[in-house]
């Protein structure tokens, strides 16, 4: 699988003919994507059609893909789970891996960023499901990442937690200009989030369209609905 | 017996009466529990010393504790205990550092690369089935019956242990936190440094807890073959002039020996592994 840390400045990330299967069954075939600076793209699909092998294959984790992937030199992957390293504080998580100046400074500035701004010194099972996945979020932002891989990150997390996980992303967005990838099955946050969704369907993207509503989103938008059920319909439900 | 300290045993090990004792009987009044499992101890202990003061045990089958400790006093007084005391603790301390090293080093190596599980694992699989004790006439064919002979044994007793620790240790490491790990760009002595290591070391310490259990085993059994110092020898000398007393008295310091390194293991280890108060709180 070829490889490069620069792409065009038009693009933070562009990959061709992304091929994986794992014995006879084929998960990706050919998958072409790119993403433009600071644009948030939500990848949909059912349950084992391969989002989330995608996102591995992008994020650098799976060396027996084939195709291409040209990633910007920063890049951060928040995934479902926290996987924050319980023997370390919440400090050396967020910390972890960083170089240069002031790193604590930087890691402390990213923990008030996502509302955690007390807990540096707590480890990290001293903390509720949503508070963990802060800290995760605070570790991939203290990288200043120019695109930001989301693998479900809210999907283990309680309704309402979800809800102020969403508006926390919406406000970092914001303020960082990131671009993202964010795989989910919940096409609700799919289309409060993104500017973009992408369908996967027997290893392909089927569908590639924008989100043409204007921000701040509710689900009550005008629009809102009739994207709503032309996405569950594309991924198979019909309301 | 090398049988003993496996990695089936963790559970058993790791599972002391405070730790059991503390959740779900913490309505109990904790001091008054204590006190309770203090008496039959003290009932015992009574029981012998008034036996061997009345007579009932004659004094060189079993003396009384009293006599004992008196005697453990006096040689403590001439500096005999002491003498034996350092010659047992260096053949365990050098015994141990060359076993658990070695297992150490093999353990990581079978743990960590494929190649390595591929060529080190079956031959220590199937020596483990070995009991090392019963190694000992082969042994002083091979090493003679002077200081390297207990060594060996020592160093034999703690290897199978550590090893397996070790082994488990690293292959029970999540992979995704390795995998979170790499996302956050830490190369391969970086993960070793920051995830496999500290992830391993909960088992790592109980693989040395179960050797340093196995080395005292050796070295009673080693220090019984032509030993001319250590507290083994102390005891076969006195078992020559019917010193019962001194028997005994190798017996508690072997007893105590024991007891007061796996006491201190455990306070580092609580306090390397702070983080898991944490995880047991939640």
């Known amino acids: 699988m070829a490889t490069r840390t620069e792409g065009d400045l038009s693009t933070v990330l562009t990959a061709g003919g992304v091929r994986r299967s794992f014995g006879a069954a084929v998960v990706l075939d050919g998958v072409d994507l790119t993403i433009a600076p600071g644009e948030v793209v939500a990848l949909l699909g059912g349950s084992g059609s391969g989002k989330s092998t995608l996102l591995r294959i992008l994020a650098g984790l799976d060396p027996d893909a084939t195709g291409t992937v040209f990633r910007p030199p920063h890049q951060a992957v928040v995934f479902q789970e926290h996987r924050l390293l319980p023997w370390k504080r919440v400090i050396d998580n967020v910390s972890l891996g960083l170089t240069g100046p002031d790193v604590r400074a930087r890691a402390r500035a990213a923990l008030a960023e996502v509302g955690l701004p007390d807990r540096d010194n707590a480890w990290p099972a001293e903390l509720s499901g949503g508070q963990a996945q802060r800290v995760a979020v605070a570790r991939a932002l203290v990288r200043e990442p120019e695109l930001l891989l989301l693998d479900e990150p809210f999907g283990a997390l309680d309704a309402l937690t979800r809800l102020r996980m969403q508006q926390l992303f919406i406000r970092l967005r914001e303020q960082h200009g990131f671009a993202a990838l964010l795989v989910t099955h919940d096409v609700d946050e799919a289309l409060l989030l993104a500017d973009r969704t992408l369908v996967l369907e027997g290893g392909r993207l089927v569908e590639d369209a924008p989100v043409p509503l204007t921000h701040p989103r509710t689900p009550d938008d005008l629009g809102f609905g009739g994207l709503r059920r032309h996405l569950l319909e594309r991924l198979g439900v019909t309301a | 017996m090398t049988a003993a300290p496996r990695t089936a045993a963790p559970a058993a090990v790791r599972t002391t009466p405070a730790e059991t ?33 009345t007579g009932l045990l004659p004094p060189e089958k079993l003396p009384a504790p009293s006599e004992v400790l008196q005697t453990g006093w006096r040689l403590a007084g001439d500096g005999t205990l002491a003498l034996h005391l350092l010659d047992s603790l260096q053949r365990a301390a050098i015994g141990l550092a060359l076993g658990g090293g070695l297992a150490l080093l093999l353990g990581a190596l079978a743990g960590l690369l494929r190649v390595g599980d591929d060529l080190v694992d079956p031959p220590v699989q199937m020596a483990r089935m070995l009991p090392h004790l019963g190694l000992v006439p082969l042994l002083i064919i091979w090493v003679g019956i002077g200081e390297e002979l207990k060594i060996t044994l020592v160093a034999l007793g703690s290897f199978f242990p550590i090893y397996f620790n070790t082994y488990a240790g690293i292959r029970d490491i999540d992979e995704r936190l390795v995998e979170a790990a790499r996302t956050c760009g830490l190369g391969h002595l970086a993960r070793l440094r920051h995830v496999v290591l500290p992830g391993a070391l909960p088992s790592l310490f109980l693989g040395l807890r179960l050797a340093i259990g196995a080395a005292w085993l050796s070295l009673v059994v080693g220090e019984q073959v032509n030993a001319q110092t250590g507290i083994g020898f102390l005891m076969m000398e006195a078992r020559e002039f019917a010193q019962t007393d001194v028997v005994l008295l190798g017996l508690l310091v072997y007893a105590l020996l024991g007891l007061l390194s796996d006491l201190l293991l455990r306070i580092a280890e609580r306090r390397t592994l702070s983080w898991r108060r944490g995880l047991k709180a939640t």
Not at chain 2, 37 to 50: G, H, I, N
């Open chain 2, 21 to 53: 004792a503390a959740p779900g009987r913490a309505a109990r009044p904790r001091s008054g529990r204590r006190v309770l499992r203090l008496v039959s101890p003290v009932v015992l202990l009574a029981a012998w010393e008034s036996a061997a003061r």
